[in-house]
């Protein structure tokens, strides 16, 4: 089968239009199918970009931009607990604005080592950014307003049914592709017609979602503004999020174990009690979404050459942002190895690695979400009936609760665990060496060279990570100049496998991470260690290779 273009994607949302713009950079056309009209505003559903998907933006050209939108430079991006929004405050996680966040290293994630701190920045922004970027991309066709109906696969390609909105009684388009991902959305008509099934938990949390329109907000704190404001009280408990740090904020209202009707609670007295206003307070309610949080988790994310990628893979209550940062993370992983299938210097097996990385990630950040949803929902029930009141028994209560409310919450607002101690330890395409990775939690991680974690940032000179100078698939660390012959018998091995291989002389590099102790480091685009070792001959360099190809499931000494 000859593909119009070698992947078709189903969702132009920041997971589809992040897999196109992978898949631009390594000079593979991609279309993406879109049911919204280009000129749809985006949810305000996403409110943070983590670190890791800064890096990864960092990478596409697109972390400037994003880095540039949503908050005034000096609204601070903390997080705060209070007695209502406007009341008063009894917890603040500092988080740096926009103005001082490459240079505050105060705070709980202000010395990250990383070259991209995350970004507070709402979905209504990202998505204009990053369509601008796609726009440019001479390599991507976005069709908007069409909808995929259905597909047909075989081992030569995917044909796929697409119905033009515009024209609904015009027969449907007939495109093809050598793969076809589904990045649509909890609704996925891909994963439906693959066969997948979500599983997990239902119901976590109901919540009543509404973006506002309210002038005269900022007015009235008494405590000084933050990105997310949280109201916990006897009476009511949510949140509000700035989206512009002006006049427009979305609140949510988290619903109690027995309120099962969305209809039941008054969304207007809810939305007062959440501020702590009264009926002369004027607000606009510009959207409104009521939702079910819920931890479910696709039984599959491949079926031949059919994948699944963001919300149509998984779905959990949006703790943090996590549903789509790691939709990000999906689709910077399955652009990297469909690359390498499309380049041709990939096993066909190799494709199994993306199912057998990120289903077992998926899985574990869907419960962690979960947990901590958990976790949040008793500390509800717990507020003390004193809380509010204008005494010391009022004050104590307040401290004593801020500071409990602020150990739950501070692993999930700066969570260097999610960002950067995930690893791979199920991979086809992964040279083990034995050692164990070291544990995954929300909170906090170690830095490993473990292969299959993150390979530990460093500097390589003024401004220039060792990230910005990773080859589009494999770059080699080499930091011992003896090494010189492993070196040259690897790059043969991978000329002749046709694998792309950079190397790195990072010999000189001053402040080395400690972890760093085998001369020989091979690293992913992605940033993911896949080899480390002592040295290497012709024999054992060909073996890699044929590993890292997905041709050998031979791990080399």
């Given at each position: 089968?000859?593909?119009n273009?070698?992947?078709?994607?189903?969702?132009?949302?920041p997971?589809?239009?992040?897999?196109a713009?992978?898949?631009?950079?390594?000079?593979i056309?991609?279309?993406?199918?879109?049911?919204?009209?280009?000129?749809?505003?985006?949810?305000?559903?996403?409110?943070h970009?983590?670190?890791?998907?800064?890096?990864?933006?960092?990478?596409?050209?697109?972390?400037?931009?994003?880095?540039?939108?949503g908050?005034?430079?000096?609204?601070?991006h903390?997080?705060?607990?209070?007695?209502?929004?406007?009341?008063?405050?009894?917890?603040?996680?500092?988080?740096?604005?926009?103005?001082?966040?490459?240079t505050?290293?105060?705070?709980?994630?202000?010395?990250?080592?990383?070259?991209?701190p995350?970004?507070?920045?709402?979905?209504?922004?990202?998505e204009?950014?990053?369509?601008?970027?796609?726009?440019?991309q001479?390599?991507?066709?976005?069709?908007?307003?069409?909808?995929?109906?259905?597909?047909?696969?075989?081992?030569?390609g995917?044909?796929?049914?697409?119905?033009?909105?515009?024209?609904?009684?015009?027969?449907?388009?007939?495109?093809?592709?050598?793969?076809?991902?589904?990045?649509?959305?909890?609704?996925?008509?891909?994963?439906?017609?693959?066969?997948?099934?979500?599983?997990?938990?239902?119901?976590?949390?109901?919540?009543q979602?509404?973006?506002?329109?309210?002038?005269?907000?900022?007015?009235?704190?008494?405590?000084?503004?933050?990105?997310?404001?949280?109201?916990?009280?006897?009476?009511?408990?949510?949140?509000?999020?700035?989206?512009?740090?002006q006049?427009?904020?979305?609140?949510?209202?988290?619903?109690?174990?027995?309120?099962?009707?969305?209809?039941?609670v008054?969304?207007?007295?809810?939305?007062?009690?959440?501020?702590?206003?009264?009926?002369?307070?004027?607000y606009e309610?510009?959207?409104?979404?009521?939702?079910?949080?819920?931890?479910?988790?696709?039984?599959?994310?491949?079926?031949?050459?059919?994948?699944?990628?963001?919300?149509?893979?998984?779905?959990?209550?949006?703790y943090?942002?996590?549903?789509?940062?790691?939709?990000?993370?999906?689709?910077?992983?399955?652009?990297?190895?469909?690359?390498?299938?499309i380049?041709?210097?990939?096993?066909?097996?190799?494709?199994?690695?993306?199912?057998?990385e990120?289903?077992?990630?998926?899985?574990?950040?869907?419960?962690?979400?979960?947990?901590?949803?958990?976790?949040?929902?008793?500390?509800?029930?717990?507020?003390?009936?004193?809380?509010?009141?204008?005494s010391?028994?009022?004050?104590?209560?307040?401290?004593?609760?801020?500071?409990?409310?602020?150990?739950?919450?501070?692993?999930?607002?700066?969570?260097?665990?999610?960002?950067?101690?995930?690893?791979?330890?199920?991979?086809?395409?992964?040279?083990?060496?034995?050692?164990?990775?070291?544990?995954y939690?929300?909170?906090?991680?170690?830095?490993?060279?473990?292969?299959?974690?993150?390979?530990?940032?460093?500097?390589?000179?003024?401004?220039?990570?060792?990230?910005?100078?990773?080859?589009?698939?494999?770059?080699?660390?080499?930091?011992?100049?003896?090494?010189?012959a492993?070196?040259?018998?690897?790059?043969?091995?991978?000329?002749?496998?046709?694998?792309?291989?950079?190397?790195?002389?990072?010999?000189g590099?001053?402040?080395?991470?400690?972890?760093?102790?085998?001369?020989?480091?091979?690293?992913?685009?992605?940033?993911?260690?896949?080899?480390?070792?002592?040295?290497?001959?012709?024999?054992?360099?060909t073996?890699?290779?044929?590993?890292?190809?997905?041709r050998?499931?031979?791990?080399p000494a």
């Open positions: 089968m000859s593909p273009a070698p992947v078709l994607v189903v969702g132009a949302g997971v589809g239009m992040t897999m713009l992978c898949l631009a950079r390594r000079g056309a991609c279309t993406l199918v879109e049911m919204r009209p280009a000129d749809a505003l985006p949810d305000v559903k996403c409110n970009i983590s670190a890791r998907s800064m890096e990864l933006f960092r990478a596409l050209g697109v972390a400037a931009d994003l880095r540039a939108a908050l005034p430079d000096d609204y601070p903390d997080v705060s607990y209070r007695t209502s929004t406007v009341g008063q405050e009894i917890a603040r996680i500092h988080i740096p604005g926009r103005r001082t966040r490459l505050d290293r105060s705070g709980p994630d202000g010395d990250w080592p990383t070259p991209e995350p970004h507070r920045v709402n979905q209504r922004y990202i204009p950014i990053l369509a601008r970027h796609v726009a440019r001479g390599l991507i066709t976005t069709l908007y307003r069409h909808q995929v109906l259905g597909y047909e696969s075989s081992d030569a995917v044909r796929v049914r697409i119905q033009n909105l515009q024209t609904p009684h015009a027969p449907p388009l007939q495109l093809q592709a050598a793969y076809l991902v589904g990045c649509d959305g909890g609704r996925s008509v891909v994963r439906k017609a693959m066969g997948a099934q979500l599983v997990g938990d239902e119901v976590v949390q109901r919540v979602s509404t973006c506002i329109r309210a002038p005269g907000l900022l007015a009235r704190l008494r405590a000084p503004a933050a990105w997310a404001m949280f109201t916990v009280n006897p009476r009511r408990s949510g949140n509000v999020y700035a989206i512009d740090g006049e427009v904020w979305l609140v949510h209202n988290y619903l109690r174990d027995h309120e099962l009707d969305f209809e039941a008054d969304r207007d007295w809810a939305i007062r009690t959440i501020l702590g206003v009264g009926d002369d307070f004027e309610q510009m959207s409104c979404e009521d939702w079910i949080g819920r931890r479910l988790v696709s039984n599959k994310l491949r079926e031949g050459r059919v994948f699944l990628a963001g919300d149509a893979a998984h779905l959990w209550v949006p943090a942002g996590y549903g789509m940062n790691a939709g990000l993370a999906d689709a910077a992983n399955l652009a990297w190895h469909l690359s390498a299938q380049e041709g210097w990939a096993a066909p097996q190799a494709l199994d690695a993306y199912e057998r990120r289903h077992p990630i998926t899985e574990q950040v869907s419960r962690f979400a979960m947990n901590h949803a958990h976790a949040m929902s008793q500390r509800r029930r717990e507020i003390p009936p004193q809380l509010e009141e204008d010391a028994q009022g004050q104590a209560a307040r401290e004593a609760f801020g500071h409990n409310l602020y150990a739950l919450n501070v692993q999930q607002y700066c969570c260097a665990g999610l960002n950067f101690g995930y690893f791979y330890d199920q991979s086809p395409v992964i040279a083990y060496d034995g050692a164990t990775a070291p544990d939690s929300m909170g906090s991680f170690q830095a490993s060279t473990v292969p299959g974690c993150r390979a530990p940032h460093f500097w390589l000179g003024q401004g220039q990570s060792v990230y910005d100078a990773l080859g589009p698939a494999f770059t080699l660390l080499c930091l011992q100049p003896e090494q010189s492993a070196v040259e018998a690897l790059q043969a091995a991978a000329e002749r496998a046709g694998m792309p291989l950079r190397v790195l002389d990072v010999s590099v001053q402040d080395l991470p400690a972890e760093y102790q085998h001369p020989l480091l091979m690293v992913r685009a992605d940033a993911h260690t896949v080899w480390r070792g002592h040295g290497l001959n012709e024999a054992t360099a073996a890699l290779v044929a590993r890292l190809c997905g050998a499931e031979i791990t």
